[in-house]
């Protein structure tokens, strides 16, 4: 059976794991929590957008090129929000 990302989930996850870090001063842990529940939540957002799973910006890349291969991957009125983010 392949793995199956479950973008969202994994980004409420590393957030909420972020804030428990943040609450006990593990300042460097909580960012690089956030960073990743960051990526994710893009990632989610590109899947509910119609982007293909198999696509770069979802499969293999991590900021900042997500971020250049997001808005290359998104058109129409259902990617508007994510493009002004």
Request: hydrophobic fraction near 40%; charged fraction near 20%.
């Amino acid at each position: 059976m392949a793995y199956d990302q479950d973008a969202e989930n994994a980004a409420q996850r590393h957030a909420s794991d972020a804030s428990v870090l943040l609450d006990h001063k593990r300042f460097d842990n909580a960012g690089y929590h956030y960073g990743l529940a960051a990526e994710c939540a893009v990632k989610g957002s590109l899947l509910r957008s119609g982007v293909p799973r198999a696509d770069a910006a979802i499969a293999r890349l991590h900021f900042p090129q997500l971020s250049e291969a997001a808005i290359q991957s998104l058109s129409g009125r259902r990617a508007t929000g994510l493009l002004k983010v």
